[in-house]
């Protein structure tokens, strides 16, 4: 059995250099800023390794997440809980990689898994800074509450932040399962004090998982300098994020009704990428009808 031939000029086994990318600028907070003031949506996928985060990259996705939802569906884990900070740091570090290596430009953020900032902010900070340390740009968090002096500690040092609210999957215990939050008036009025004080401490985007739409339409509204990320809460926020894995038709589990398939009319994964960022631009995803909880 023989092998293909390397490429001229090229070590063995390795891939030819890729075609320069569309120049972009690159993403950062006060780029977010911009968009959202210009009323553009930001888009934001899951990637857990270089390939799929360079291919993102260059589908112009603007916010790359390394989730702990790694978890399930990379380590087969029946939640987030199990992730460590090492395995966390160890994602972030070979999104890292594969942005650098094509000179990728979007903006990058890393979960803080389950465990790793609960004691106090001085256990919040060492572990936000072991994902800085791996290439992260922004660490998020899960909770509201107790978590904002953590946020103050934290963008008091440096380090920007991404607040999660509704639906938390670290807690889902707490919460009895995957449900909607914020349904009836007490709920919904907890949840908006959370994230305006979210805000206030400095968090500086929002992901708003499973709460109605208008609810996050009306959050939106109420929080200029927090950028909203809707993922099942409707298209009333300022950006979208879904795991790569659903939006590709790939699930262990049931599939979420909120997602879309984007790899099924795609003819790669990079062109189903582009779907979705298109699709999010022009307002034609998610569909508002599927999250009248």
């Given at each position: 059995?023989?092998?293909?031939?390397?490429?001229?000029?090229?070590?063995?086994?390795?891939?030819?250099?890729?075609?320069?990318?569309?120049?972009?600028r690159?993403?950062?907070?006060?780029?977010?800023?911009q968009?959202?003031?210009?009323?553009?949506?930001?888009?934001?996928?899951?990637a857990?390794?270089?390939?799929?985060?360079?291919?993102?990259?260059?589908?112009?996705?603007?916010?790359?997440l390394?989730?702990?939802?790694?978890?399930?569906?990379?380590?087969?884990?029946?939640?987030t809980?199990?992730?460590?900070?090492?395995?966390?740091?160890?994602?972030?570090?070979?999104?890292?990689?594969?942005?650098?290596?094509?000179?990728?430009?979007a903006?990058?953020?890393?979960?803080?898994?389950?465990?790793?900032?609960?004691e106090?902010?001085?256990?919040?900070?060492?572990s936000?800074?072991?994902?800085?340390q791996?290439?992260?740009?922004?660490?998020?968090?899960?909770g509201?509450?107790w978590?904002?002096?953590?946020?103050?500690?934290?963008?008091?040092?440096g380090?920007?932040?991404?607040?999660?609210?509704?639906?938390?999957?670290?807690?889902?215990?707490a919460?009895g399962?995957?449900?909607?939050?914020?349904?009836?008036?007490?709920?919904a009025?907890e949840?908006?004090?959370?994230?305006?004080?979210?805000?206030?401490?400095?968090?500086?985007?929002?992901?708003?998982?499973?709460?109605p739409?208008?609810?996050?339409?009306?959050?939106?509204?109420?929080?200029?300098?927090?950028?909203?990320?809707?993922?099942?809460?409707?298209?009333?926020?300022?950006?979208?994020?879904?795991v790569?894995?659903?939006?590709?038709?790939?699930?262990?589990?049931?599939?979420?009704r909120?997602?879309?398939?984007?790899?099924?009319?795609?003819?790669?994964?990079?062109?189903?990428?582009?779907?979705?960022?298109?699709?999010?631009?022009?307002?034609?995803?998610?569909?508002?009808?599927?999250?009248?909880?």
């Amino acid at each position: 059995m023989t092998s293909p031939a390397a490429t001229p000029g090229t070590p063995y086994g390795t891939l030819p250099p890729a075609s320069p990318l569309p120049q972009r600028r690159p993403i950062s907070l006060p780029r977010l800023a911009q968009m959202r003031a210009a009323g553009e949506k930001i888009t934001m996928l899951t990637a857990y390794d270089a390939t799929f985060a360079a291919v993102a990259d260059a589908a112009g996705v603007e916010c790359i997440l390394v989730g702990d939802s790694l978890g399930m569906v990379c380590q087969g884990l029946p939640s987030t809980v199990g992730v460590s900070l090492e395995t966390m740091a160890y994602h972030t570090a070979s999104v890292a990689r594969g942005l650098h290596r094509v000179q990728g430009t979007a903006w990058l953020v890393a979960d803080l898994p389950y465990g790793s900032y609960h004691e106090s902010p001085e256990q919040a900070l060492r572990s936000a800074c072991q994902l800085m340390q791996a290439g992260a740009h922004m660490v998020k968090l899960e909770g509201g509450g107790w978590t904002a002096p953590t946020v103050r500690f934290l963008v008091e040092r440096g380090i920007p932040v991404c607040a999660h609210l509704g639906l938390t999957p670290q807690t889902v215990h707490a919460l009895g399962g995957y449900r909607v939050q914020g349904k009836d008036d007490v709920a919904a009025a907890e949840l908006r004090r959370h994230a305006l004080e979210l805000q206030a401490a400095g968090a500086s985007m929002l992901v708003l998982e499973m709460v109605p739409a208008p609810l996050a339409t009306s959050l939106t509204a109420e929080l200029p300098h927090c950028h909203t990320i809707g993922i099942g809460a409707g298209n009333g926020t300022a950006g979208q994020v879904l795991v790569l894995h659903d939006m590709l038709g790939m699930n262990l589990g049931k599939m979420p009704r909120f997602v879309r398939n984007f790899m099924h009319d795609a003819g790669s994964i990079k062109g189903a990428m582009q779907a979705y960022v298109q699709a999010v631009k022009d307002g034609s995803f998610p569909d508002n009808a599927l999250h009248a909880w």
